[in-house]
């Protein structure tokens, strides 16, 4: 268990040396200077203060969420495959740690990353609200978790296939499966015209074996003052833990039974 501990420690000081901790913070201060720019942007002219300052809040949300999925999406990518590619987890594995704890070490640390970047993310929402005077709401957190999760979804995503692809192929697969149920809705809108209209169980049926993160849209309409239907929120959040969870553990599944050996790695 101590290795697992330490593997995660590891992951962390790697993804910290490659800077990016740095280039995360300069880009989340580019996220403040864009919402201020928002203003004008995405709230009609003319409406009240508040309702400008909701909408400021409301794209600052989504950017920082796509921020977050970049930073997701690179460190599943790359951390594991780098090792897998210049050969160092030879000399990881030798050490007494099994290949269970290197992988679930790897992933803690990359999630303990993430959670740094969103933390960093989050303490400039809360900024940002005090300067625009506005009351921060159970809403607000609701939005700031779901797009916590599906960065831990796009993470959990990328870094199964980086176990037995290249860190591009691993980033590009990921994002097949994340945006995977709007491509089923998409497919099916495309049959329309040839099968007719499609069943709502065949449209479930087509997107189940991906995760629902299109469904979280919605809560950006709560804001507005609609309400808010909990329960339902909270299954959808435990959809996407559960996802993450299954990934983690089809990677762990994956590299059990993973040949690994000097020049087999490319």
Excluded: C
């Amino acid at each position: 268990m101590s290795g697992l501990f330490v593997q995660a420690r590891l992951t962390v000081r790697r993804a910290m040396a490659s800077r990016m901790v740095l280039a995360v913070v300069l880009l989340a201060l580019l996220i403040l200077a864009l919402t201020s720019v928002g203003l004008t942007v995405v709230v009609e002219e003319g409406t009240s203060s508040s309702v400008r300052s909701e909408g400021v809040m409301v794209l600052f949300a989504l950017l920082a969420g796509g921020l977050g999925n970049f930073v997701a999406l690179v460190l599943g990518a790359t951390l594991v495959r780098t090792d897998l590619r210049e050969g160092t987890i030879l000399s990881v594995l030798s050490k007494p740690i099994s290949r269970w704890a290197y992988v679930v070490g790897s992933y803690g640390g990359s999630v303990l990353f993430l959670m740094l970047v969103w933390g960093i993310f989050v303490l400039l929402f809360l900024g940002l609200a005090y300067v625009l005077e506005v009351e921060v709401t159970r809403t607000h957190a609701w939005i700031l978790l779901g797009r916590v999760l599906l960065a831990l979804v796009l993470l959990s995503t990328a870094f199964f296939f980086s176990l037995f692809t290249s860190a591009w192929v691993a980033a590009a697969l990921a994002l097949i499966v994340y945006y995977g149920d709007s491509f089923a809705a998409l497919l099916a809108s495309l049959l329309r015209p040839v099968v007719g209209t499609v069943s709502e169980r065949t449209r479930a049926l087509l997107g189940y074996p991906f995760p629902a993160t299109d469904r979280l849209d919605f809560l950006y309409g709560m804001l507005s003052g609609q309400l808010l239907d909990t329960p339902a929120v909270g299954l959808l959040f435990l959809h996407l833990a559960d996802y993450a969870a299954v990934m983690l553990a089809l990677a762990v599944w994956v590299f059990e039974r993973k040949d690994i050996g000097p020049g087999l790695e490319s």
